[in-house]
């Protein structure tokens, strides 16, 4: 075979190989699922004093906080929908009370330099931060200007709200938390444990059935399970005589009746009770139950070094997030602004984002 004659089939073979390739390929595409798009509804949603809100700005303001919170779900616009649905609203009032503490900056004069606004911007969006403000759509210029105004409201925050809810965990209310932590959530003790249920003709044959079950265990020292072959036998032995072995509960002092704490209590871990008569709620007759515990975990109140931490930062958020409110408030009143008039004007069925 000549050279020209072999390189024409090598053609012929790649040629072949590059079609079923690009058949595979457009087979796979699925064109029946067009990607996810989701469309807005743009408009003007408040006005503060001269500044707008529209829900582009809120849009753009839940994609920043989206992108930081949720990386990895950036490019699902399911994701991204639930959490536009979710967060609008909230981000519209945030953003209402974000323009009142503006105007109180201003009249104290707080400013920013640019190298913190530029290092914060690093630490938001990383070394590639045109690539990454690309993505989620908002310019350079924007986003420059969310974090200065987001940095200017740390600050006046910070000596109104976070200063004062520093100064509110004290010795004395980190003690009250903890007092009140452990009444609201008692150390409830915990018993795993496993019925025995013996049910007969009558009343004396059942106590007779449930004497000879509970000697069978008593000798044995097994778990329920080990002797069902046992009990088998025993059940042979008298006619429409049943005993059953229930399932593992486990459960505190607070979910046990009266009757099963007392027993419970009486045990020691992997030993039987002696057969108790008890009426049955599902058949509201007598039987016989033997009762067995498997497990007992005593649980105990953690102390107040063990939960300090969690007690301070406890009370800060919730003194912090009354402290922001009442600031709020405050503003509210000098600037003469009541954000509930604005947002009665939304109304309640407006569907701001629409997923195709």
Same mark, same amino acid.
């Given at each position: 075979?000549?050279?020209?004659?072999?390189?024409?089939?090598?053609?012929?073979?790649?040629?072949?190989?590059?079609?079923?390739?690009?058949?595979?390929?457009?087979?796979?595409?699925?064109?029946?699922?067009?990607?996810?798009?989701?469309?807005?509804?743009?408009?003007?949603?408040?006005?503060?004093?001269?500044?707008?809100?529209?829900?582009?700005?809120?849009?753009?303001?839940?994609?920043?906080?989206?992108?930081?919170?949720?990386?990895?779900?950036?490019?699902?616009?399911?994701?991204?929908?639930?959490?536009?649905?979710?967060?609008?609203?909230?981000?519209?009032?945030?953003?209402?009370?974000?323009?009142?503490?503006?105007?109180?900056?201003?009249?104290?004069?707080?400013?920013?330099?640019?190298?913190?606004?530029?290092?914060?911007?690093?630490?938001?969006?990383?070394?590639?931060?045109?690539?990454?403000?690309?993505?989620?759509?908002?310019?350079?210029?924007?986003?420059?200007?969310?974090?200065?105004?987001?940095?200017?409201?740390?600050?006046?925050?910070?000596?109104?709200?976070?200063?004062?809810?520093?100064?509110?965990?004290?010795?004395?209310?980190?003690?009250?938390?903890?007092?009140?932590?452990?009444?609201?959530?008692?150390?409830?003790?915990?018993?795993?444990?496993?019925?025995?249920?013996?049910?007969?003709?009558?009343?004396?044959? +059942?106590? &007779?059935?449930?004497?000879?079950?509970?000697? =069978?265990?008593?000798?044995? #020292? !097994? $778990?329920?399970?080990?002797? @069902?072959?046992?009990?088998?036998?025993?059940?042979?032995?008298?006619?429409?005589?049943?005993?059953?072995?229930?399932?593992?509960?486990?459960?505190?002092?607070?979910?046990?009746?009266?009757?099963?704490?007392?027993?419970?209590?009486?045990?020691?871990?992997?030993?039987?009770?002696?057969?108790?008569?008890?009426?049955?709620?599902? +058949?509201? &007759?007598?039987?016989?139950?033997?009762?067995? =515990?498997?497990?007992?975990? #005593? !649980? $105990?109140?953690?102390?107040? @070094?063990?939960?300090?931490?969690?007690?301070?930062?406890?009370?800060?958020?919730?003194?912090?997030?009354?402290?922001?409110?009442?600031?709020?408030?405050?503003?509210?009143?000098?600037?003469?602004?009541?954000?509930?008039?604005?947002?009665?004007?939304?109304?309640?069925?407006?569907?701001?984002?629409?997923?195709?």
């Amino acid at each position: 075979m000549s050279i020209v004659h072999k390189m024409w089939c090598m053609k012929k073979i790649f040629l072949f190989i590059f079609v079923c390739f690009g058949m595979h390929l457009f087979a796979a595409e699925d064109y029946s699922s067009p990607p996810q798009s989701i469309e807005m509804q743009n408009r003007i949603l408040a006005r503060v004093k001269d500044h707008s809100i529209s829900l582009l700005d809120v849009k753009k303001k839940m994609d920043l906080l989206f992108y930081r919170s949720y990386p990895q779900l950036k490019n699902n616009p399911q994701a991204r929908y639930q959490y536009y649905l979710s967060n609008w609203r909230q981000m519209l009032t945030e953003m209402i009370d974000t323009e009142l503490i503006l105007m109180d900056a201003a009249t104290k004069e707080i400013k920013t330099p640019d190298g913190e606004i530029r290092e914060e911007m690093q630490k938001r969006f990383g070394p590639n931060i045109l690539f990454t403000l690309f993505d989620l759509g908002v310019s350079y210029d924007e986003a420059w200007e969310m974090t200065k105004r987001e940095m200017i409201v740390r600050k006046l925050t910070g000596y109104y709200v976070s200063n004062k809810a520093f100064a509110a965990v004290t010795p004395q209310v980190l003690r009250a938390a903890y007092a009140e932590h452990c009444a609201k959530n008692p150390a409830l003790d915990e018993w795993s444990y496993q019925l025995i249920t013996i049910r007969a003709p009558d009343e004396s044959l +059942e106590k &007779k059935i449930a004497e000879e079950v509970h000697a =069978l265990y008593s000798s044995a #020292k !097994k $778990e329920p399970s080990s002797q @069902e072959a046992s009990l088998k036998a025993i059940e042979k032995k008298h006619e429409n005589a049943s005993i059953q072995i229930s399932k593992l509960f486990t459960a505190n002092q607070k979910e046990l009746s009266a009757s099963h704490l007392s027993t419970l209590q009486s045990l020691s871990v992997n030993s039987y009770s002696l057969p108790i008569l008890q009426k049955s709620r599902m +058949e509201g &007759k007598n039987v016989y139950r033997i009762f067995y =515990l498997k497990d007992f975990h #005593k !649980k $105990e109140q953690p102390t107040f @070094e063990q939960m300090s931490d969690t007690l301070q930062e406890q009370v800060f958020h919730e003194t912090a997030s009354l402290e922001y409110s009442h600031y709020c408030e405050k503003l509210r009143k000098r600037y003469g602004y009541d954000p509930s008039v604005e947002l009665k004007n939304i109304q309640e069925d407006f569907q701001p984002f629409i997923l195709r």
